[in-house]
């Protein structure tokens, strides 16, 4: 039978408590049962006088409007006030009754610029979440998975400049210096002269106008922008651990020990990356902390087929290559970048019957370079064979490609509003920590660990509802209802 409701419900005045409004399966109510956000005075206590100026809207309410746009991924600011307005699970997590007023948008962007910028106060949050995540004993940090992903950032790919950058030296770059100076004196050599001061080496980059402090990612012929790198790593239950934001043209290998630097720390037994890792560098700073590292396969770059690198055979104890025709090639100097020559001898070479597939006419003899921290690489090779760690390795699908893929498609970390480094990290410190608590929520929920103080709210919710039903006789029969 067909029926109609009408709108008469539209101007019933009714008695609720907003506690009872909110479902209690909200994920709301499960974020508030997990985290105490009394921490956030103390974080802001030096930002706020104690005695000049008006009182200030609660700094708590501010950062969980800012929480409510990641959480839900709120495409603005002025959108999340919005929803806000009309939402009463949001109210209810504000604190909020429905008659109070909601903050203007433009107060949380300039609470931002004048307070809240350049202090890590989100930074702060998020290592507050990951400590609660501790406490409940939810990381597993023995094995940790390293990845980047690119956001794309607010700025016209064709409003641009070519610029001239300082190239930004490695941090490695003593190290090998002392190495290479070391496998020269063991090889008989001459170790290399400190290098003279100069001046800075400079490249070119093709730089946004819009937003300087991006970078452009280029992926593929076609995949052009302008945007931010995002290095992340996170434990085996998805937690995010650590994350550094970089221009979108800064590479993993550049990145690696900004995050590698914030995770150690969590005592990892292996830690997992995919083929934007793959350097000797790496490799050898892993091995050095003991820590197993789980790289992938890699195709050998330069010339392949039966005379290619891949052909040659290195003796490692008499330290020497043997070639195809079982002739050697011995070891000739090591450069100041690392590389180890080593050189066949000219009169074989011009007798060998397959000179002409080895190398190319104009050259005399056939030269094989090798890295001094190549070894470091065979060695996490070898390691890749090892079964167990490569069923570990496949848990990158379900853990750091799981975070991307969720941070993209429910938190806005696919492209951002924002212009300015500061301001997007800060950004993406906040989505990650509305991730780990969610996953944190979830977690307690399905362990059953959640505490009892959610009931205890509703109980006193009910005696409020139970003492004006008594009064009701006193109350006008109309209620002002406010335009």
Request: aromatic share 10%.
């Amino acid at each position: 039978m067909l029926s109609k409701s009408g709108n008469d419900g539209r101007n019933q005045v009714i008695f609720m408590c907003l506690e009872e409004a909110v479902p209690q399966d909200h994920i709301l109510r499960k974020i508030d049962a997990v985290i105490d956000f009394e921490f956030v005075y103390d974080l802001v206590k030096g930002l706020y006088s104690e005695e000049i100026g008006r009182p200030s809207i609660d700094p708590v309410i501010l950062i969980k409007i800012m929480m409510i746009q990641h959480f839900f991924g709120i495409r603005s600011m002025r959108q999340t006030i919005r929803e806000i307005e009309l939402n009463m699970a949001y109210r209810w997590f504000l604190g909020m009754s429905m008659m109070d007023s909601v903050p203007h948008y433009s107060t949380i962007s300039k609470n931002y610029e004048r307070r809240f910028a350049g202090t890590g106060i989100f930074d702060d949050i998020f290592q507050e979440v990951l400590n609660q995540c501790a406490k409940q004993g939810m990381i597993r940090s023995e094995v940790i998975f390293m990845d980047s992903t690119h956001l794309k950032a607010s700025a016209n790919r064709n409003k641009k400049a070519k610029v001239e950058v300082e190239r930004e030296a490695a941090a490695y770059l003593e190290e090998l210096r002392q190495e290479v100076n070391q496998d020269r004196i063991n090889h008989g050599k001459a170790p290399f002269d400190d290098p003279p001061a100069s001046e800075p080496e400079t490249v070119t980059l093709t730089k946004s106008t819009t937003d300087p402090d991006s970078g452009l990612f280029v992926k593929g012929e076609h995949d052009r922008c302008f945007a931010y790198g995002i290095q992340t790593a996170c434990d085996r239950n998805g937690l995010v651990l650590g994350y550094e934001v970089v221009p979108g043209n800064t590479s993993d290998m550049a990145s690696f020990y900004s995050v590698y630097n914030e995770v150690k720390g969590f005592e990892p037994l292996a830690i997992a990356m995919d083929a934007g890792y793959i350097s000797g560098h790496i490799a050898r700073q892993l091995i050095k902390d003991q820590i197993v590292p789980l790289l992938p396969y890699k195709r050998p770059l330069g010339k392949g087929g039966p005379y290619g690198k891949a052909a040659f055979v290195y003796d490692e104890y008499f330290d020497c290559y043997i070639c195809p025709e079982n002739q050697i090639l011995r070891y000739g100097t090591t450069d100041r970048r690392g590389v180890r020559h080593y050189r066949s001898s000219r009169e074989v070479c011009e007798r060998c019957p397959v000179r002409a597939a080895c190398f190319s006419s104009r050259a005399k003899n056939r030269i094989i370079t090798r890295h001094i921290w190549e070894p470091y690489l065979e060695q996490a090779e070898d390691i890749r064979h090892t079964l167990d760690i490569r069923e570990l390795y496949k848990e990158r699908k379900q853990t750091i490609e799981r975070v991307f893929a969720d941070g993209k498609e429910k938190h806005r970390l696919r492209y951002t509003n924002y212009r300015g480094r500061t301001r997007v990290r800060d950004s993406v410190a906040l989505t990650f920590a509305c991730m780990n608590l969610l996953k944190l929520s979830r977690w307690l929920v399905r362990n059953g660990r959640l505490p009892f103080s959610r009931f205890i709210d509703l109980l006193f919710c009910h005696l409020y509802m139970l003492r004006d039903s008594l009064h009701h006789h006193i109350m006008p029969k109309y209620l002002p209802i406010p335009l």
